[in-house]
């Protein structure tokens, strides 16, 4: 199982307490993850990946064991830590300001 880490906001959408433990078929990436994500929950849909390109939307951000993956491509294995359910996968909303 793998375990995500949601901020607040999404949790609330998603109507849920603490991590989410998601079950993912084949390798463990930020894509598989999300689509696993996605059809466990349907109300998170467009909110971390845009609705048509799938790409990432540009105030969240994705980290996993200390490192921050955001601009990994979304098909690369993750850590074998996350695989294993060891280490969870971060959706992060950034913050911006000036």
Known sequence: MIR???PAHLRTLAQVKGDVMLEVH?????RSILDALEASYPMLRGTIRDHDTQQR??????FACEEDLSHESPD?????????????????GA???G
């Open 4 to 6: 995500v880490v949601l």
């Open 26 to 30: 084949g390798d463990v990436t930020q």
């Open 57 to 62: 939307r540009g105030f969240v951000r994705f």
């Open 76 to 92: 690369a294995p993750l850590p074998d830590a996350v695989a294993r359910g060891e280490e969870p996968f971060f959706v992060v």
């Open 95 to 97: 913050i911006a300001g």
